[in-house]
């Protein structure tokens, strides 16, 4: 009979599978040094001030506003003209604003000189953008290009017999938008090397079918729309992290279906994110609200759980709070949101923040963070109420609550049950505990300085060609 391996070999074995089956390894945590972050984009600065309303916000990781003129900020909205000179078509499609789209597809002709914005210091930059994608609806953006009848529908047919005038304006529209988003990447990486650039929204899921078919809504990405965004290789390749939208209608409210929704969206980004990249995982910043889309309206507990806390256990490097200036319109507004911010927002911020920085030092020893084994599994990063409760913060710059408690062997156990470790460039191992830093300085060098966490900001790249 064949003798079988040996014991060094079947230990090299067992080795190799374990190495394959570890996540790939992410960004260290960036502002605060906590696994996952919490930011508020909300410009709710006038509240106190102007409002008399004060806004206690010191549980978020990062406050900023998305208005113009706020300067030094870890995250700043570029919105259609903030920043440079981008091709655009107006409401009805008859205009092109900002030169012409058809022609000039390199981010030179339209950003301006990086004088104008070079003093933006450490602070982040955030270029809101609209959906690129031909099937998604923009054969109409085309037609100042290719307008029946036009001369350009003549030179068009002319110069290419072969092709039908739609199927060539697609080519075109196609080729110009990505060079002028890889230059565009390009551009903003050389000038700003240590801020995290990518598109906001992209990779889209496209799973709002909720309203047609609510009764067999799963949330699942299409399949369609999963191999269009492994086609977008190109400009996840350039791209230094991701960010997603997970913006809740109020009619998914408190349902199972807003959960799915959220869940697939955040799924299908940490899919792309880890699978466009041969060493790595982008880091992925999940774009939320802290109420229902077009209502001033709280998310409820449970909507808090199927956005922040789904993103949070299924291992996003983070969210981003985002509202606009409907928040701020009156005294009344104001209150709103302190009312709902002590009342339920900041309770349950604080409670993910502390219970995600408590798996990554339990399972991980802070070298990763912590991700759900199985992304459908109801189990979240929550501290636990036999463990841990809540109580008042008085000191000055500290949010207003704090945890008390420490984690039961019970607590470890459900950790180490229904979570592994994401480790960060330059640790590996199931609990992230072999420092690999020296060899993978190379790496570290190609993410653009990730060990000066103090000097890094979040960047989501907003390309304005239509809102």
Known sequence: MRAGPGPAVTLALVLAVAWAMELKPTAPPIFTGRPFVVAWDVPTQD????????????????QAS????????????????????YPRFDSAGEGSVHGDGCRKTFVEHYIRTPGVWEGGGGSSKLWRTGDLSWVAGQLARTKMCYRAGSSRQGWCQSSHPGLVTVKQAQYEFEFAAQQFMLETLRYVKAVRPRHLWGFYLFPDCYNHDYVQNWESYTGRCPDVEVARNDQLAWLWAESTALFPSVYLDETLASSRHGRNFVSFRVQEALRVARTHHANHALPVYVFTRPTYSRRLTGLSEMDLISTIGESAALGAAGVILWGDAGYTTSTETCQYLKDYLTRLLVPYVVNVSWATQYCSRAQCHGHGRCVRRNPSASTFLHLSTNSFRLVPSHAPGEPQLRPVGELSWADLDHLQTHFRCQCYLGWSGEQCQWDHRQAAGGASEAWAGFHLTSLLAVAALAFTWTL
């Open 47 to 62: 509240c106190g001030p102007r409002l008399k309303v004060p806004l206690d916000l010191n549980a978020f990781d990062v």
């Open 66 to 85: 998305p208005n113009e003129g706020f300067v030094n900020q870890n995250i700043t909205i570029f919105y259609r003209d903030r920043l440079g000179l």
